[in-house]
C-alpha cells in the first residue's frame, strides 16, 4: 500500500487545486450548482463512468469498475459550505459572503484524487466503487435526501466509508488518522413546544391563564429528564436555544414557545427522550390550567461505525501510515453528522483525517471564519480511500 501512497503524493498538485477551486465558490444547503458542475467536470475529465447528476438536488455520484469480481464500495464526500464571510486572507478565499470553514472543499477533493487513483488501477479493483457527493450535509439535509432519491442503488453499495479533516479530536493531529468503535457522533433532533394559556393583564394574573409561567417551569423540568430518569453513564444533551413569548411589559401573552435539541448516543435513549419531553410538557401545561402542542423533528441517527469493518479498516491505515500514526478516539462528540443515514443502511466507518497544522499557523476551530487546512496531509486521504477500496475485500 506504500505504492498508493506514493501515488497520490504524485497527484498533491491536482487534488490541491480541485480544493482551492471548490474554496472559490462555496455554496449552501441542496443548492450547491456550481460545486456539483464542477465536479463532474473533472469526473468526466478523468473517465469516470455512470456519472449521475441532481441526486436528491445537486448531489453527484460516480462509478469506477475493476476488472474484477466483487461487491460495491460507497465512498461518501460531503460539499456544501457555511454562512460565513472568510477571513483567512488566501489568495483563493471566497469572495461571495460564505466559506468552506468545515474543510468539505477537502472532502471532495480527496475523493476526486481516489476516484483518479482508482480509475488507473481498474486492473487490481474487485468490483465497484461508487462515489457519492453530497451536498447539504451542515443542515443534515443531504444523505437523505440523496438515499431517497435511489443513490445507494445500481449498483447496490455494500459498504461506505467517509472522512472528516480537520481538527474536530484534539487528539488527532497533522497526518494522522483517527478511529472509533461504535458510536462516533451523536442524533440530532429538533424539538418546539408552544405553550398555549389565555392573555391577560399583567396586573391581573387570576384572569388569565399565564403560558411563560409554564414555560418557566417546563425549561427546568426538562433537565431533568436527564438528571434525574437517565443513566450518569447514557451521554444525552437537551438544550434549550430560543424562548419567545409576549409582546409587552404588562400583558399576559396567550402563546410562549420554546425550540431545542435533543443529541443521544443510543437509539433507546433517543426514544425515551422524545417520550419523556412530550409528557413532561404537557403536564407542566395542564398542571398551570394550560395545554402544551410539541413538535418532534428526528434528525440524523447516531452515527455508529461497526465494529468488525472498522477493524479492517484500522489494520489498512496501520499498514498504509504506520501504527504511530493511527489512533483510536477515546470518546464521542455529541455534534452530528448525516453520514450517519448511509451507516444506518449500510456497514462501514466513518474515520478522522488530521489536517490542521499549529505550526503553519492552523489553530483556529471548524465553522471559524478563520479556519484552515494544511494541504500536505490531502494525499494522506486520497491514499486511505483508494487504497482501503482495492484491499477491502481481501
Not at 478565499?93 to 488507473?120: F, I, Q, R, W
Not at 398542571?287 to 441517527?301: H, I, K, Q, W
Amino acid at each position: 500500500m506504500q505504492r498508493i501512497l506514493e501515488e497520490a503524493k504524485k497527484i498533491s498538485e491536482e487534488i490541491t487545486g480541485w480544493r482551492r477551486h471548490l474554496h472559490e465558490i462555496p455554496e449552501l444547503g441542496l443548492e450547491t450548482p456550481k460545486t456539483a458542475a464542477y465536479i463532474v467536470q473533472e469526473l468526466k475529465k478523468m473517465g469516470a463512468e455512470d456519472i449521475r447528476e441532481h441526486i436528491g438536488g445537486w448531489g453527484v455520484s460516480a462509478l469506477v469498475k475493476g476488472e474484477k469480481p466483487g461487491k460495491t464500495l460507497g465512498i461518501r464526500a460531503d460539499c456544501d459550505a457555511l454562512p460565513i464571510k472568510e477571513e483567512t486572507g488566501l489568495p483563493f478565499a471566497s469572495k461571495n459572503g460564505l466559506m468552506h470553514a468545515c474543510g468539505h472543499d477537502a472532502h471532495a477533493a480527496m475523493a476526486l484524487g481516489a476516484a483518479k487513483l482508482l480509475l488507473a488501477s481498474k486492473a487490481e479493483l474487485a468490483g465497484t466503487v461508487k462515489f457519492i457527493f453530497q451536498p447539504a450535509e451542515e443542515n443534515v439535509q443531504g444523505a437523505k435526501a440523496m438515499i431517497d432519491d435511489g443513490v445507494m442503488e445500481n449498483p447496490h453499495v455494500d459498504a461506505l466509508i467517509g472522512l472528516h479533516t480537520g481538527c474536530l479530536w484534539k487528539e488527532i493531529g497533522p497526518g494522522e488518522i483517527g478511529v472509533r468503535f461504535g458510536s462516533m457522533m451523536a442524533a440530532v433532533d429538533r424539538f418546539v413546544v408552544t405553550f398555549k394559556g389565555k392573555g391577560g393583564h399583567g396586573a391581573t394574573p387570576h384572569l388569565a391563564v399565564d403560558p411563560v409561567t409554564m414555560t418557566a417551569t417546563a425549561v427546568l423540568e426538562l433537565q431533568t429528564i436527564l438528571s434525574r430518569e437517565l443513566s450518569p453513564l447514557d451521554s444525552a444533551v437537551l438544550t434549550i436555544g430560543r424562548i419567545e413569548g409576549g409582546r409587552a411589559f404588562n400583558i399576559i401573552a396567550e402563546n410562549c414557545v420554546i425550540e431545542g435539541t435533543v443529541r443521544t448516543l443510543n437509539p433507546t435513549t433517543r426514544a425515551f427522550v422524545e417520550e419523556r419531553i412530550r409528557t413532561v410538557a404537557s403536564r407542566v401545561a395542564e398542571g398551570m390550567r394550560g395545554d402544551a402542542e410539541v413538535a418532534y423533528e428526528a434528525g440524523p441517527p447516531a452515527l455508529i461505525n461497526n465494529a468488525d469493518f472498522t477493524r479492517k479498516f484500522q489494520a489498512f491505515a496501520t499498514g498504509l501510515a504506520g501504527a504511530e500514526k493511527v489512533k483510536e478516539i477515546g470518546e464521542p462528540t455529541m455534534g452530528g453528522e448525516d453520514v450517519a443515514y448511509f451507516l444506518e443502511m449500510v456497514p462501514g466507518t466513518f474515520f478522522v483525517h488530521g489536517g490542521c497544522n499549529p505550526e503553519k499557523g492552523q489553530v483556529y476551530p471548524h465553522h471559524n471564519p478563520k479556519f484552515d487546512l494544511d494541504e500536505e496531509t490531502f494525499p494522506l486521504g486520497t491514499a486511505l480511500f483508494a487504497g482501503f477500496a482495492l484491499t477491502w475485500q481481501n
